[in-house]
């Protein structure tokens, strides 16, 4: 099938080059030139395991193609997916400018039947409006559907969501919108939810608040956790053995960060107070998260006493592992607190440095976790990458200047590292903090 993708950000990339793979004929359309001249030889934006290579494939076998034109791209594209940016406004309010404009180029450019579907996370009733403009703009006689298709692809697991997700989500107004999609998703196997678009539109955006809130309880339960001595990982280990709970996204430590959760809690909860209505589990999840940053940075200074001129290693920098995206990841908030006490930072992380030191002028940057330790009085673990998983702690023991571990992302066993003679502080877990 001959297949669109406008926009080659981590949600359209993905998208475009797993449809090549799949075997359908893909056209990335992007207004940026110098990104599409990139990718045209292969070189990523960002960082996404497996990405460049099924990028690489996709080109050298011609079934992925790259162009700045919109009106090549709806001359090529049965199907049209929508996957430019929506940025949160200052009010959080999704903002749909590059949306509008885009649907209003493709609009004019239809001559023949095109399904335009909505794949970037939009507030609902996002579809009504597109469907308006095509109805405006549209040339007459020709006909144009409108459909939301959903993405729940996690960064750095993009590729592996993308093939096999838990479900694909098909929001839909006619016979034909769904045959085209059930059919183009057929070769992934996966469980297909049709709705209305409205319902598909709004599927999203309770899918990462809840996920979100998920992780602002078992945060929240950390808390009591670490005032009464209990292990935050077997409580989660206990709630998640029950099929309505679920293991998943019950682990504790410094919160979520990266772009999504906050962009679309922030879409809902204007959303929310747009129809009125006061969202004030989600207002609670953000103020949840926020703290949680601010309490490893307590916890931190009443460990070490004084944090001024103390040395702190902080091992990983991404808001999560295997990407390289700083946005709104709990260490930048973190550094920053522990810099303004006078702290000096000694940081590594796998992939994310480069954009690291531009937003962290001041904080010595080291090519490993080992050199990252040395003459630190606190090791602080951000980013739970797996090559921090098996350090050699008695080596780390060595070259810090005191033995003392935070462990931000619950990586460690305390027993483990207690043995060898560290203090062990964890989120939820380890040496209790009554902090009252
Ligand atoms: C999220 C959603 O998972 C995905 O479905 C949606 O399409 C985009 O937003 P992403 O932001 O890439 O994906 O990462 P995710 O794996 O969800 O993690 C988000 C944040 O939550 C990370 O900072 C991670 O460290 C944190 N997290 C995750 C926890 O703190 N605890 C958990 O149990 C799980």
Redesign the pocket.
């Known amino acids: 099938m001959n297949i669109s993708v406008i926009g080659s950000g981590?949600?359209g990339l993905v998208t475009g080059a797993c449809f090549a793979d799949l075997g359908h004929q893909v056209l990335m359309v992007d207004h940026d030139r110098k990104k599409i001249a990139a990718l045209k030889a292969s070189k990523m934006p960002f960082y996404e395991p497996g990405l460049e290579e099924l990028v690489h494939r996709g080109v050298e076998e011609d079934r992925l193609r790259f162009t700045t034109s919109t009106a090549e791209g709806v001359r090529h594209g049965t199907i049209i997916f929508l996957c430019v940016g929506t940025p949160a406004r200052p009010n959080g309010e999704a903002d749909l400018t590059a949306v509008e404009e885009v649907v209003r180029d493709v609009a004019q450019a239809v001559r023949e039947y095109r399904l335009i579907v909505e794949k970037s996370?939009v507030p609902v009733q996002t579809g009504e409006w597109i469907a308006r403009i095509c109805r405006g703009s549209v040339r007459r006689g020709v006909a144009c559907d409108v459909a939301s298709n959903p993405?729940?692809?996690?960064?750095?697991?993009g590729l592996q969501?993308f093939l096999h997700p838990d479900r694909i989500v098909l929001g839909v107004e006619s016979k034909r919108a769904k045959e085209l999609l059930l059919a183009l998703y057929k070769p992934l196997n996966a469980p297909a939810v049709v709705t209305d678009v409205k319902s598909a539109e709004l599927i999203?955006h309770a899918?990462?608040s809840f996920?979100?809130m998920?992780?602002s309880f078992?945060?929240s339960v950390a808390q009591i956790c670490e005032r009464v001595g209990a292990d935050v990982m077997q409580v989660a280990e206990g709630m998640g053995l029950d099929r309505r709970i679920g293991r998943?996204?019950?682990?504790?430590?410094?919160?979520?960060?990266?772009?999504?959760?906050s962009k679309?809690r922030g879409a809902v909860l204007r959303i929310a107070e747009k129809l009125g209505i006061d969202f004030q589990l989600l207002k609670a999840t953000a103020r949840v998260n926020a703290e949680q940053r601010q309490r490893l940075v307590k916890r931190v200074e009443e460990a070490l006493w004084n944090l001024n001129r103390k040395t702190i290693a902080v091992l990983g920098i991404s808001?999560?592992p295997d990407?390289d995206?700083l946005r709104d990841?709990?260490s930048i908030d973190i550094i920053r607190s522990l810099r303004q006490e006078g702290a000096v930072i000694r940081a590594f992380d796998p992939q994310a440095m480069a954009q690291a030191k531009a937003l962290l002028p001041g904080v010595t940057f080291c090519k490993s976790a080992y050199e990252a330790v040395r003459g630190a009085d606190c090791l602080i673990l951000m980013?739970?990458w797996n090559e921090f998983k098996e350090l050699e702690f008695a080596r780390i023991k060595k070259l810090m200047r005191q033995p003392l571990v935070v462990d931000g992302?619950n990586l460690y066993q305390p027993k483990t590292l207690q043995q060898l003679g560290f203090r062990y502080i964890g989120v939820g877990r380890g040496e209790p903090w009554d902090q009252r």
């Open positions: 981590h949600v996370t993405e729940f692809l996690r960064e750095g697991q969501d999203k899918s990462n996920l979100a998920k992780i078992i945060n998943a996204f019950l682990d504790a430590g410094v919160g979520y960060g990266g772009y999504w959760f679309d808001f999560k990407t995206d990841a709990p980013t739970e992302r």
